[in-house]
Each structure stands twice: as structure tokens, then as C-alpha cells.
């Protein structure tokens, strides 16, 4: 029942770009484009999230494709602190909808090498 | 706020006895949510509350799995009795709401192994 798909990793050089990107064909009108991240033995957490307009905050950036059926995360300068399993999620902007539950795929996993 | 809190961290049990996860949420938040982690399965949703109401139970695996939020502080997961399969990584989230612009806190997990 995945409504998102992602390669299952990517390698990247310390500080360097990273972009890792997320298919989501069947995405409705409703549905945000969310991003967690788990570090080796933590739980996960909030990266970024967006709706159609593309987002920046302190940890990454969000570019949305014009069609919404596709998304890229991107870490603008990779630090070894960034290896970690992303999960690219979609979320229901209705409170009452039960898409709104956080439904976690395999996620990419992202090495970072010095 | 210290986040979300779980304990124990680690627990280690021999099959057939009970174990209780704890989980304190951060203050204010109406939605409480109960996950596991393992290799073969990934991160599942087992159950959710809202305002202390579980409101979806889908998720829990079986009857030996049981969930309570008797306030707003505090919650348990129980499993009785316990199975070398239910060893994994359980975690706890809050949110303000299940809308998808408001994010989910996690905890650091509590490590269970059943032997």
C-alpha cells in the first residue's frame, strides 16, 4: 500500500549536495509532501514538509515538481551527521482524514563518506 | 520541553512474561501514537489516541498486545504474554493533531528483546 517510492540508497561525499528523490504518482489534492529522517539507533524525526511551492528550512531544502507527482530532498552541504534512513511521506491536510497517519516506507538509506 | 519520553530504554525478558512500555508525551500535544521497528517489517503504526481515546487499534498485532492512555501524561503498551517475535524497537510519538501540516515528536525507543 505504498503511496511512495524511493531508491532504497544513495552515497554521498561530505559536504557535498545531496538530492534524494521520491515518486508519488497517485498523490491527491490534499496530501502534503513529508520528509523524516532516522539516525542509527534514534527515532525519527521531522525534516521538512510542503504542499505544492518549494520549502527551505535550517536542515534542507524541498523542490515539488509543477505535477506534485514527484519531490526531491535536498541537503545542500552533506555532513557525516546526515547518515541516516529518509522517508518520503504523504499526509492528509485533514485533521478528521486518517490519512493522516505518518505510513513509513523502506525509506533511502544515505552514507555520507568523509 | 524534554520531548518525548520512553522507558525503559532497553528490556531484555524470557518468553511468556509481561512487559509495560512507557511513554510520557510533550506537554499539550492531543495525539499519542505507538510504533515498532523491526528489519523484516520496518516501522509500523500499531495503535493512536486522541485526547486519551484510542481511535485506531488496526495495527496492534495481536490480543496479546494491549495499549492505555489513562491521562494526558502517560502511556502503556503491554504485551502478555511476551514472544521471541515481538523482540524490536517500539516507539513513541506526539502531535498536536493529525493534520498534515502539524509534525510527529518520536522518542528514542525502547530496545525489547524476548529470549
Known amino acids: 500500500d505504498a503511496k511512495t517510492t524511493q531508491p532504497n540508497s544513495m552515497e554521498s561525499n561530505e559536504e557535498e549536495p545531496v538530492h534524494l528523490p521520491c515518486n508519488h504518482s497517485?498523490?491527491?489534492?490534499?496530501?502534503?509532501i513529508h520528509w523524516y529522517r532516522q539516525l542509527p539507533s534514534q527515532g525519527p524525526e521531522y525534516v521538512i514538509h510542503g504542499l505544492t511551492s518549494n520549502v527551505n528550512n535550517r536542515m534542507a531544502s524541498l523542490a515539488i515538481a509543477e505535477d506534485r507527482k514527484s519531490s526531491t530532498l535536498i541537503l545542500h552541504r552533506a555532513t557525516l551527521r546526515d547518515a541516516a534512513v529518509y522517508y518520503c511521506?504523504?499526509?492528509?491536510?485533514?485533521?478528521?482524514?486518517?490519512?493522516?497517519?505518518?505510513?513509513f516506507g523502506q525509506g533511502t538509506e544515505l552514507s555520507v563518506k568523509p | 520541553d524534554a520531548g518525548v519520553i520512553q522507558s525503559p530504554r532497553h528490556e531484555v525478558t524470557e518468553m511468556g512474561q509481561e512487559v509495560t512500555l512507557r511513554c510520557k508525551p510533550i506537554s499539550g500535544h492531543d495525539y499519542l501514537f505507538w510504533y515498532r521497528q523491526t528489519m523484516m517489517r520496518g516501522l509500523e503504526l500499531l495503535i493512536y489516541?486522541?485526547?486519551?481515546?484510542?481511535?485506531?487499534d488496526s495495527g496492534m498485532p495481536e490480543d496479546r498486545f494491549s495499549a492505555k492512555m489513562p491521562n494526558a501524561s502517560f502511556s502503556t503498551l503491554k504485551i502478555q504474554p511476551s514472544e521471541p517475535r515481538d523482540s524490536a524497537v517500539y516507539f513513541c510519538?506526539?502531535?498536536?493533531?493529525?493534520?498534515?501540516?502539524?509534525?510527529?515528536?518520536f522518542g528514542p525507543g525502547t530496545r525489547l528483546t524476548v529470549t
Open positions: 489516541f486522541n485526547n486519551n481515546v484510542p481511535i485506531d
Open positions: 510519538a506526539s502531535s498536536l493533531s493529525l493534520a498534515g501540516v502539524n509534525e510527529q515528536y
Open positions: 497517485t498523490i491527491s489534492g490534499t496530501d502534503y
Open positions: 511521506i504523504l499526509r492528509d491536510v485533514e485533521p478528521y482524514n486518517q490519512g493522516g497517519k505518518l505510513i
